[in-house]
């Protein structure tokens, strides 16, 4: 691998390779990533935002402490040259924040189809869509520590992305432990007061209790007990399921007990 694009930077004081835009830098990273390997020690794997050159570098450095000590080193030395503090960017047609504003964007649309799949207590592919949303809040930690970004967005949505994350725990540690008193969940769901919560909530509760109406129906033995348990279930179904993405909780509710409803009629 032979850059051409080499520029001095001011902020590493060295050349670097510099691209105009993401895209292609992280295309640069992608391509290359074969020669990289046999380079072995210091292959680049993230592509940032330069402020002092303008426009996108790639590098080795990933990890949040590295960075942040990479920034200090670069912004004493503009000190140093220049005299002055360097500034935040506060100009928010720049590239630098519309960078912010995507990643930003992402993590919205990420937390509310989050949002949907807990309320279908689909927990595994909402914890799998949470690890993908902190690899993207550190990508933009990186990028707004890299540029200089102080967005009071960034924090609340770190919290945001917390507070779902640790609501998610709770729900899987429930579903793990149906038994689980009243009592107990009270306190493990102390600081999950909101509608919202409580929808999620609920709508797992209904799915345990549904699941062992299923559990009673399969040993039941006589056709009024089974019919009494059917209608339990049947009105779960119809009004114990609330919430955007449902509809699938719904449709396995009615396969599971669809399966009794026959047996029970023979
Ligand atoms: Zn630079």
Redesign the pocket.
Known sequence: MKPKNRYF?I??QRP?MLFETKSKADNFLKFNEKDFYKSAKGAPVRSYF?S??GGW?ISSISSLPSIISANERADLLLQNLTGSLVEEVDDRDSIEYKEFNKLYGHLITLNSRIRVLITATEYGYAGRLMKKSQLLINEMLRHTLSCGIKDERQRNIEKVFAQLDSFLWLLVKFQNNPDIPEETLEVMFQNHKSGYYRKAIRNLKNKILFLRIMSDLSQSETASEREALILQAESIIKTGFRGGGCSNLRKWAKALLSGYSDFSCS
Do not use: D, I, N, V
Request: charged share 10%; glycine share 12%.
């Open positions: 930077c902020g590493c670097k330069c002092f050159c570098h």
